[in-house]
């Protein structure tokens, strides 16, 4: 069965309701894109819920169904909180899956049906392989080893060469520019309350330097310098995952590292993911051990995807320095309940800081 790469047009608004997932609400959904399949029966296998929906179904569906590819079990991923705020990155990641995805080589997950509603209402779906098989998702508290680590910088090169200063990423417009947006440039005073509240726990004073202690809104200050930095420098952009921590990947059973969660995916540079996940993945002697090295196998896994404009290496090391402020702020806020340990990555983070002298480039 040829599926088409575009979707009939949709009048029924996308449900903000659990209880509206229906077998015939997924039906008439799914025939958007692929107009005679129909889900005859619809089993729940599993819900998570968080900042986001995870529905996981075992379907039954009829011939054309299978014919088009669409597995027996699959996870639905909306916003059906019932609180609004998450929509806009819902509807973000099915744009992702719909225009992007199946473009380039990026390490993500199959995607079936990827929709969205705009204006006042705005609501994403995404229709996703069930990844909850035979793989083990990433945890803060499982660092990988160097070849891991190595491993899956390959994958992250992948997504960064696909659209390397390539037009797409003006064409598209609904690509926000990482630390232009919105989201980033105020993350600080964002996350500042939970912040608060780690600061206020004493497994954090142990690993947490004085400085910060003594002034937290220092930290405040060095993360709007990455901002103000980060949008002096010029391309080349490509497409960032914009939250490649290891708590948003899953480890295949033949080995391949994907990654989920593209809800906030940019054009930028792709310091911002290399950094990010490098640090917070890594044991922190290990990171010491084989940063440099990690960073020239990065660098020629873009050059063998026939990126040519690339920076000398002084100047990746350079621009390492300078990132791990994103990772410093957005862990020091993490919430234990959000899914992923804190603790662990804290202490990687503010480890590599004091490392490589982060706070004095941030302020110089």
Same mark, same amino acid.
């Given at each position: 069965?040829?599926?088409?790469?575009?979707?009939? $047009?949709? %009048?029924?608004?996308?449900?903000?309701?659990?209880?509206?997932?229906?077998?015939?609400?997924?039906?008439?959904?799914?025939?958007?894109?692929?107009? !005679?399949?129909?889900?005859?029966?619809?089993?729940?296998?599993?819900?998570?819920?968080?900042?986001?929906?995870?529905?996981?179904?075992?379907?039954?569906?009829?011939?054309?169904?299978?014919? &088009?590819?669409?597995?027996? $079990?699959?996870?639905?991923?909306?916003?059906?909180?019932?609180?609004? #705020?998450?929509?806009?990155?819902?509807?973000?990641?099915?744009?992702?899956?719909?225009?992007?995805? !199946?473009?380039?080589?990026?390490?993500?997950?199959?995607?079936?049906?990827? /929709?969205? !509603?705009?204006?006042?209402?705005? $609501?994403?779906?995404?229709?996703?392989?069930?990844?909850?098989?035979?793989?083990?998702?990433?945890?803060?508290?499982?660092?990988?080893?160097?070849?891991?680590?190595?491993? &899956?910088?390959?994958?992250?090169?992948?997504?960064?060469?696909?659209?390397?200063?390539?037009?797409?990423?003006?064409?598209?417009?609904?690509?926000?520019?990482? #630390?232009? =947006?919105?989201?980033?440039? !105020?993350?600080?005073?964002?996350?500042?309350?939970?912040?608060?509240?780690?600061?206020?726990?004493?497994?954090?004073?142990?690993?947490?330097? $004085?400085?910060?202690?003594?002034?937290?809104?220092?930290?405040?200050?060095?993360?709007?310098?990455?901002?103000?930095?980060?949008?002096?420098?010029?391309?080349?952009?490509?497409?960032?995952?914009?939250?490649?921590?290891?708590?948003?990947?899953?480890?295949?059973? /033949?080995?391949?590292?994907?990654?989920?969660?593209?809800? *906030?995916?940019?054009?930028?540079?792709?310091?911002?993911?290399?950094?990010?996940?490098?640090?917070? %993945?890594?044991?922190?002697?290990?990171?010491?051990?084989?940063?440099?090295? *990690?960073?020239?196998?990065?660098?020629?896994?873009?050059?063998?995807?026939?990126?040519?404009?690339? #920076?000398?290496?002084?100047?990746?090391?350079?621009?390492?320095?300078?990132?791990?402020?994103?990772? #410093?702020?957005?862990?020091?806020?993490?919430? /234990?309940?959000?899914?992923?340990?804190?603790?662990? %990555?804290?202490?990687?983070?503010?480890?590599? =800081?004091? /490392?490589?002298?982060?706070?004095?480039?941030?302020?110089?």
């Amino acid at each position: 069965m040829t599926v088409p790469l575009t979707y009939c $047009q949709r %009048s029924e608004p996308l449900p903000v309701r659990l209880e509206s997932v229906t077998s015939n609400w997924l039906t008439r959904t799914l025939q958007h894109r692929y107009p !005679d399949v129909v889900v005859e029966e619809m089993k729940v296998i599993g819900v998570h819920a968080g900042h986001t929906t995870k529905l996981r179904l075992q379907l039954n569906l009829n011939q054309a169904g299978i014919q &088009a590819g669409i597995p027996a $079990q699959v996870c639905l991923k909306s916003n059906w909180s019932g609180d609004p #705020m998450s929509s806009s990155i819902c509807a973000l990641e099915a744009r992702f899956y719909r225009y992007a995805r !199946d473009e380039i080589a990026v390490p993500a997950p199959q995607c079936y049906y990827a /929709d969205w !509603d705009e204006g006042a209402a705005e $609501q994403g779906l995404i229709v996703m392989e069930d990844l909850g098989g035979a793989g083990v998702f990433g945890q803060s508290t499982a660092p990988l080893n160097i070849d891991q680590a190595a491993q &899956a910088l390959e994958g992250l090169a992948a997504l960064h060469a696909g659209w390397w200063n390539s037009p797409k990423l003006q064409q598209h417009k609904w690509l926000e520019q990482s #630390m232009f =947006a919105v989201a980033d440039v !105020d993350q600080y005073r964002i996350l500042a309350p939970y912040i608060r509240l780690n600061l206020e726990k004493p497994a954090y004073h142990a690993v947490l330097p $004085q400085w910060l202690l003594l002034d937290p809104e220092r930290l405040g200050r060095a993360f709007d310098r990455l901002v103000r930095s980060e949008r002096d420098r010029a391309g080349p952009l490509c497409l960032v995952h914009g939250d490649a921590h290891l708590g948003n990947s899953y480890l295949r059973a /033949d080995g391949r590292r994907i990654w989920f969660d593209w809800q *906030l995916i940019r054009k930028g540079r792709p310091w911002r993911d290399v950094t990010y996940f490098m640090i917070g %993945s890594l044991r922190i002697e290990d990171r010491r051990k084989a940063e440099r090295d *990690l960073l020239r196998h990065y660098r020629e896994s873009l050059r063998a995807r026939g990126v040519a404009e690339l #920076m000398s290496p002084d100047e990746i090391w350079s621009e390492y320095r300078r990132w791990p402020v994103y990772g #410093m702020v957005s862990w020091l806020s993490n919430q /234990d309940a959000w899914g992923q340990i804190g603790l662990p %990555s804290v202490e990687r983070f503010y480890a590599a =800081a004091a /490392d490589l002298d982060t706070l004095t480039v941030a302020e110089g």
